[in-house]
């Protein structure tokens, strides 16, 4: 099947069908109906000519042409298992291009760093995930570019004053937005800072805003159609699906992907093949397994609400009429996705008491696998984040992480049902 059978069908096609073979001819492979792993290094050119060719459209000398594939030479920088995987990734958030990374934090320090300078400015999203976290305000930082932190809730108007007082709305270079947030299920009005980077931008500055999709993308968040220039994964998570890859990925305009591409060949961030593979055989079971995750986090958030030890919680799903949040929700969001933070009554030594107890759920950290896992984000994931910070968005010693896997709900909530109950009778701590 030629690449324009391939967009053609694209265009009527959902990508829940296309996940199976997109972008892949099997008369390339021997008849194979999965793509193979292309486990090598390097890539043979038919003629002295080829090669050169190949390498001006991946140094960006020459324009590739949009009807041949790109051509193959070096595993850092192209790989038919990775380039296969890059075209079905574009499906569900309606992507022009992608490109995969060996990590999430690999995608987001490759991406931003294609577009910031020493003197610049980055708005950000708070909370954010503790790795994000610590490149921007304490590796950027050092080569002097400045980070700029967004409260949830923060109208356009207090967040362009923020801009204007930091003295460098002329080095604005890019919005960074992680909704909903980690750990605290905060929502960010995703239009709204799109709506606001535009109008810091120039002919020579274009401020892009990359969201990071992790929590709900790509089936409940699509924030390329809301407006955004591009889409960041930690692929290890809900794409991976099984919690046994590291990846990520970025998706969105195709002129911004090829900077990015560009910086990935440099930093040699790129993902290898048994990578990519990895992520296809996920992808074919993403819709069916995000759909089941979200519909049993419905049914353990709406218990955990109920029950007498936990005081609070955070999930999407149970926004009530009248609460700002739900405005946002309503607008961004396809459907509540199946991360729950809550609270126990107490704090620190509750929150261990529960953790410990758990049996079916696993405590560790990560999220997105077919199996639930909890964790104390205080301590663990983003114990690097500004202490004073974690206590002003609420993420404090009484917290709990859940992911919620495709376990049965019933189960779930027997496990949990018990660690809680070692709470029953128990004071308060202070």
């Known amino acids: 099947m030629s690449k ?125 995930y503790g790795g994000t976290d610590y490149l921007f305000k304490s590796i950027l930082a050092r080569f002097g570019v400045q980070s700029l932190g967004v409260l949830p809730g923060e109208s356009r108007e207090a967040i362009r004053q923020k801009i204007l007082l930091s003295g460098r709305q002329d080095r604005l270079a890019a919005v960074f937005v992680e909704t909903p947030a980690n750990p605290t299920n905060h929502l960010i009005d995703i239009q709204m800072l799109v709506s606001l980077a535009a109008e810091f931008r120039t002919p020579e500055r274009s401020v892009p805003v990359l969201v990071d999709n992790t929590f709900l993308g790509p089936l409940f968040q699509r924030p390329l159609v809301l407006g955004a220039d591009l889409v960041i994964y930690s692929a290890t998570k809900y794409l991976g699906g099984h919690s046994d890859v590291i990846a990520g990925a970025c998706l969105g305009r195709g002129a911004l992907i090829q900077e990015i591409k560009k910086m990935r060949t440099y930093l040699g961030t790129g993902a290898g093949p048994w990578t990519g593979w990895l992520l296809m055989r996920s992808l074919e079971t993403l819709s069916l397994r995000m759909s089941r995750q979200a519909e049993t986090a419905k049914i353990i958030a709406a218990r955990l609400a109920q029950h007498p030890k936990v005081a609070k919680v955070y999930y999407p799903g149970l926004y009530q009429d009248g609460d700002p949040q739900i405005e946002i929700y309503r607008r961004q969001c396809l459907g509540p996705g199946a991360m729950i933070s809550f609270d126990v009554m107490g704090g620190e030594a509750e929150a261990f008491r529960v953790l410990n107890r758990l049996k079916l759920i696993k405590l560790a950290v990560s999220l997105g696998g077919t199996e639930s896992l909890a964790e104390h984000p205080k301590t663990m994931t983003h114990a690097g984040v500004d202490e004073e910070l974690k206590r002003s968005l609420g993420i404090s010693d009484q917290m709990i992480r859940l992911s919620v896997g495709v376990e049965d709900p019933d189960d779930l909530w027997m496990d949990l049902g018990d660690a809680l109950g070692l709470l029953e009778g128990s004071e308060p701590s202070v």
């Open 4 to 128: 324009h059978d391939y967009q053609s069908l694209r265009s009527k096609m959902k990508p829940e069908s296309l996940a199976m073979s997109y972008g892949y001819n099997p008369a390339f492979s021997e008849g194979a109906v999965k793509c193979p792993i292309y486990q090598t290094s390097t890539f043979v050119f038919r003629t002295a000519e080829e090669g050169k060719e190949f390498f001006e459209v991946a140094l960006g000398k020459r324009q590739p042409d949009p009807d041949r594939e790109a051509g193959l030479i070096y595993s850092r920088i192209n790989n038919p298992d990775i380039e296969i995987l890059e075209d079905r990734l574009t499906l569900w958030d309606e992507a022009d291009d992608a490109a995969v990374f060996e990590s999430g934090m690999a995608a987001i320090s490759t991406a931003v760093l294609a577009f910031v300078s020493p003197g610049d400015l980055i708005l950000h999203s708070d909370p954010l």
